[in-house]
């Protein structure tokens, strides 16, 4: 598959979709705390996207069996919501959404601390969100794919941390994936000429340990194998003729 080039009318619904997933994240963020289990979360979310008559793109995703990924502190990303699973003080929570507003997907991630966190996990979420914002400062027409892989990976490296290489960003639009796939370290070629209309999920996933990563047995979540923190930040964006847009993000 080619990478997809959107239409005025497509970008005017890929916005409107990215910007109804961002109240989405915002909404959710508020019921965060000690106590609730990350199965209450998905559901108060799902009721969320539901209401707003978008569908909530993850759910039954090849079979993923929830609205949103939640993964606490060694776990990268894919966390299944569960009953069993209840957020304590101290936890690292990464909430990963997607949903579909008239026919257009938006993906975006983001890591929240629940209460108190040691220093070095503070830094890793900031840094991991400073790396997007480092990729997205290439997100222009007329640079390559490999120009944002190379300033996210850049950034990571200084801080010593682990870059997970399983697991990419990628296109979208009418599909949840679509090509390009986007590493969040530098690939060995340019990869594809960046073009306005061109809509992407940069996503970089960033351990304090190393960035090698394994899947549980529920073949769904993916942990650190080392056990150490991991971090996620996401956004959907829009390639445009000058800056980018960031659709999951307007403030
Ligand atoms: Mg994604």
Redesign the pocket.
Same mark, same amino acid.
């Given at each position: 598959m080619s990478v997809t080039i959107k239409n005025p009318h497509e970008i005017e619904l890929m916005r409107e979709s990215g910007h109804l997933l961002e109240k989405v994240h915002d909404q959710l963020a508020e019921y965060i705390r000690p106590g609730i289990s990350t199965k209450e979360l998905d559901r108060i979310g799902e009721e969320m996207i539901r209401s707003m008559g978008c569908i909530p793109n993850f759910l039954n995703y090849a079979g993923f069996p929830g609205s949103f990924c939640i993964s606490l502190n060694d776990e990268v990303v894919h966390g299944i919501p569960s009953d069993k699973k209840i957020i304590q003080e101290g936890d690292v929570v990464k909430i *990963?959404a $997607?949903l579909i507003y008239k026919g257009y997907h938006s *993906?975006?991630?983001r890591t929240y601390a629940v209460g108190e966190i040691p220093k070095e996990a503070q830094q890793l979420i900031k840094v991991t969100r400073e790396c997007f914002f480092a990729g997205l400062k290439y997100a222009k027409a007329g640079n390559h794919l490999n120009d944002i892989c190379k300033a996210i990976g850049a950034h990571a490296s200084k801080y010593n941390y682990g870059i997970v290489r399983d697991l990419v $960003?990628?296109g979208?639009g009418r599909n949840?994936?679509e090509d390009p796939e986007i590493p969040n370290f530098p690939m060995r070629r340019r990869g594809v000429k960046l073009l306005p209309g061109m809509t992407l999920?940069v !996503?970089p996933m960033i351990n304090l340990g190393r960035g090698d990563v394994e899947w549980l047995d529920d073949d769904w979540t993916v942990v650190t194998m080392d056990g150490s923190l991991s971090a996620h930040y !996401?956004n959907?964006i829009l390639i445009t003729e000058g800056e980018p847009e960031i659709l999951t993000l307007t403030k």
């Open positions: *990963d $997607g *993906d975006a991630a $960003g990628h979208i949840l994936h999920a !996503e !996401e959907t």
